[in-house]
């Protein structure tokens, strides 16, 4: 039976491969909290950096926190937690909320987004497969950044919050991988810093719309139809600008040739000239 679940969190989306399965060696019988304790050192910098990039104006990209720890990470982790399932449209976590429960993801696609403050969504990205959510506030206790809905039917596991932790002390490889998804979140938030000072909202578009052939694509029609569902008004707040601004930059892409565009579907003919033109 589907159901809400109503907490709040900023969750990771794209996967770093790199040292995936890779246990540091000499870890001692205190590496697990000592590492949860550098997940709430940093974690509490990557809030920090996401609120800055948010405050930057309206018309500049918000910041999508960061990356997914691979699934194989927490296996054991959530061995034993409960499965659930989400409709779609169904509210997994609100913004605003202290959670109690860390979900990941199984199947299914969600949003991550927040409110303007003129009540606009603006949407801060798309988690999917193996994606990782309320982790910070299970780990910090403070409120989530962000809403989180499912786009499709969505299955997870479901883990109380104090299990999560209980799991990750006596797991110092998953909490490492934890710690290793935070440093990506970093990253990734001075990136979006730089998009805002260097790149127009084409160019803006150009580099989400990368993002989602690379991890929302299927071959067709000579390129890559983006299979997520997403309307212009959500690739607006994505990317941080207006509707009438997106509508101009697809028209400027499609003149190009690098992409086709057609009623809720969009289709990147030419992914390398998409990454050109982005940088």
Not at 8 to 34: L, V, Y
Not at 62 to 74: E, K
Request: glycine share 10%.
């Amino acid at each position: 039976m589907d159901f809400h679940l109503h907490d709040a969190t900023m969750a990771p989306a794209r996967r770093d491969r790199k040292g995936i399965g890779h246990t540091p060696s000499g870890i001692s019988s205190h590496s697990g909290e000592q590492g949860i304790e550098a997940v709430r050192r940093l974690g509490s910098q990557a809030r920090r950096a996401g609120a800055t990039l948010a405050r930057v104006g309206e018309d500049d990209a918000r910041a999508d926190l960061g990356h997914a720890t691979p699934a194989g990470a927490f296996e054991e982790v959530f061995h034993d937690a409960a499965r659930r399932r989400f409709g779609k449209g169904a509210i997994v976590f609100s913004e605003g909320d202290v959670s109690n429960r860390v979900v990941l993801v199984v199947s299914g696609r969600l949003k991550v987004s927040v409110s303007s403050d003129d009540g606009r969504e603006v949407v801060l990205g798309y988690r999917e497969r193996g994606d990782l959510l309320g982790e910070f506030t299970a780990i910090d206790g403070q409120p989530h950044l962000a809403s989180v809905t499912a786009v499709e039917p969505t299955e997870a596991l479901v883990l109380p919050a104090d299990r999560f932790l209980a799991a990750l002390e006596e797991r110092p490889a998953a909490a490492m991988e934890l710690l290793r998804s935070v440093i990506v979140r970093l990253r990734d938030a001075d990136r979006k810093r730089l998009e805002i000072a260097s790149l127009d909202a084409a160019g803006r578009l150009a580099r989400r719309l990368v993002e989602l052939a690379e991890l929302h694509g299927e071959p067709a029609d000579g390129g890559i139809r983006i299979t997520l569902p997403i309307t212009q008004q959500e690739l607006a707040g994505w990317v941080g600008t207006s509707r009438e601004a997106v509508s101009k930059a697809l028209h400027r892409l499609r003149e190009r040739g690098l992409i086709d565009v057609q009623r809720r579907s969009i289709t990147v003919l030419d992914l390398e000239g998409l990454r050109r033109w982005a940088r």
